[in-house]
């Protein structure tokens, strides 16, 4: 499926990345897997997880490249596309998916938490959006519109909040919009952008209760279940999804509907609404609980 296919992971040197850089060579990707190899919460170490996927890679015969760039740095990432297309002569898809944890109530939140947690998840997929869609732009103006793929990573609090995750979910959440706007302005030079919203039992979600799954039986935490989409969205076959966020839940992949604007209470009187008015029409249209988003309460 993805044979002369050129893409660079972010945060593929372990859990959900390191299945994405698997998956795509096992399907004839050429994969650049980036890696700061920094601890759960950001924490500087001396490890190159980037060194063992690739070398995972080439024993089975397939092609990578490792790169220890961090993805919020923006000239560091702007030299990574410029060294992919220089080793390997094009660049076809990104999967956005380096991440980091600071989880904190909000009243006790440190700036430096949030910063930390902004700047890693959405800076860091801007970073790459930006300067990819630079080049494919650029190719596109030479006559060599490619069919290029973003693949961005949001997930269950990014969609729906949760208590503790204030940054790590406001990121998650400007992730999917994000990926909205990356699919209206590059749908003029051959790019579709969606995202992903995966569930694994990593070392990110370790103590959250997901693993456990019976011995024989499929995982439903693996965090390989969410690379075959990502496999498919870097294809060309996907070429006619844009602007999607796909939750995969264990072995089903499910469309996530976008925000949307239900219908409303319309000032009794024909002009301004009165604040008098808000609460009784509002109840009515919304029934007296917020609207919640069924299913997506336990996820992550
Ligand atoms: N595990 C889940 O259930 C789950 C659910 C929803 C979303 N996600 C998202 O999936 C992605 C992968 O998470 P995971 O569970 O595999 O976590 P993980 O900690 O196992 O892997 C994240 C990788 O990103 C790398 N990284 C961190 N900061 C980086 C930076 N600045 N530059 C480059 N690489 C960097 C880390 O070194 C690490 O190898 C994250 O974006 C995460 O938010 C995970």
Redesign the pocket.
Known sequence: MLEGRVVIV??G?????RSHCLELAAHGATVVV?????G?G?ERSFET?ADEVVAAIEEKGGTAMADG????DWAAVEGLIGRTVERFGHLDAVVN????LRDSMIATLEEAAWDAVID??LK?TLALTRHACAYWRAESKAGRTRAARIVN?T??TGLAGNVGQAAYGAA?AGIANLTLTTALEGSRYGVTANAV????N????SGTG?AGTAEGTFDKFD?ANSSPVVAWLCSEQSGWLTGRVLRVDGNTVHPVDPWSVRPGHAAAGGGRLDAAEIDAGLRVVMGTSPAGLPGLSVI?
């Not at 040197?13 to 990345?17: F, S, V, Y």
């Not at 919203?197 to 694994?200: E, G, L």
Request: hydrophobic share 30%; charged share 10%; net charge positive.
């Open positions: 972010t945060g040197g372990r859990g959900i990345g980036n890696d700061l190899g920094v759960v950001g997880p760039s961090s993805v919020s998916n380096a991440g980091i890693v998840h860091g990573t997930s269950g998650k919203s995966p569930v694994a990593t070392r990110m979600t997901f965090p992550r």
